[in-house]
């Protein structure tokens, strides 16, 4: 089934959807009939507004869901939107375990929808957390001051760069993975690079 207003780029993504497919191409149906343009974005079919990312449908094994790349800024009268980990400061998922669930939350997913679109037409944007509130992992705190030109180039990271790094060595409960963590990305940091890159 191709939804008017459907990106063939897009059509492949729901074409080899096994698990979700029906619950995928309501969602499309959907974001689509909100005024939405659909475009492919990390793999996934993300709906945008103007330039603005509003939606993007992704799946779970226990579900799928549309994320919200504003959800925090979003009203949620309905109590749906659910913070994906505690580490997610800004999107939020309204999460659906089967077409009935969509079928029957639909008005609500066009209310979330339309007001996402008015916090992007408004320019509205989340406070993030400042790096600095990120918990530094003793481990690597003594590599930085113990290597100045470390903790220059860690300095010199984006932000979301540093943050990525700061959970990595966090997350790690032993000492020990939390060195062999910081020891084996020294030389990404040096050379410029975050974790994934």
């Known amino acids: 089934?191709?939804?008017?207003?459907?990106?063939?780029?897009?059509?492949?993504?729901?074409?080899?959807?096994?698990?979700?497919?029906?619950?995928?191409?309501?969602?499309?149906?959907?974001?689509?009939?909100?005024?939405?343009?659909?475009?492919?974005?990390?793999?996934?079919?993300?709906?945008?507004?103007?330039?603005g990312n509003?939606?993007?449908?992704?799946?779970?094994?226990?579900?799928?869901?549309?994320?919200?790349?504003?959800g925090v800024l979003l009203k949620d009268p309905e109590g749906v939107l659910i913070q994906q980990t505690e580490n997610v400061q800004v999107?939020?998922?309204?999460?659906?375990?089967?077409?009935?669930?969509?079928?029957?939350?639909e008005a609500?997913?066009?209310?979330?929808?339309?007001?996402?679109?008015?916090v992007?037409?408004?320019?509205?944007?989340a406070e993030l957390k400042k790096t600095s509130d990120f918990p530094t992992a003793e481990e690597?705190?003594?590599?930085?001051?113990?290597?100045?030109?470390?903790k220059k180039a860690f300095e010199s990271l984006t932000p979301g760069r540093q943050r990525g790094y700061l959970l990595y060595f966090s997350q790690a409960k032993q000492a020990k993975t939390r060195q062999e963590r910081v020891e084996k990305y020294i030389p990404q940091i040096l050379a410029g690079k975050g974790l994934d890159d």
Not at 4 to 21: D, I, L, R, Y
Not at 58 to 65: D, K, L, S, V
């Open 1 to 51: 089934m191709i939804t008017e207003g459907a990106n063939p780029k897009v059509n492949w993504f729901f074409e080899k959807a096994t698990q979700w497919q029906e619950e995928y191409e309501k969602l499309r149906a959907i974001c689509l009939s909100c005024g939405l343009t659909e475009e492919l974005k990390w793999g996934q079919p993300c709906y945008t507004f103007g330039k």
């Open 54 to 70: 509003i939606v993007l449908i992704h799946g779970f094994n226990e579900y799928c869901a549309l994320l919200f790349f504003k």
């Open 91 to 105: 999107p939020r998922q309204m999460r659906f375990t089967g077409l009935l669930q969509i079928v029957q939350q």
């Open 108 to 118: 609500i997913t066009r209310a979330y929808i339309h007001e996402a679109i008015e």
């Open 120 to 125: 992007e037409k408004l320019g509205l944007k």
């Open 140 to 150: 690597f705190q003594h590599k930085l001051d113990a290597i100045p030109a470390l």
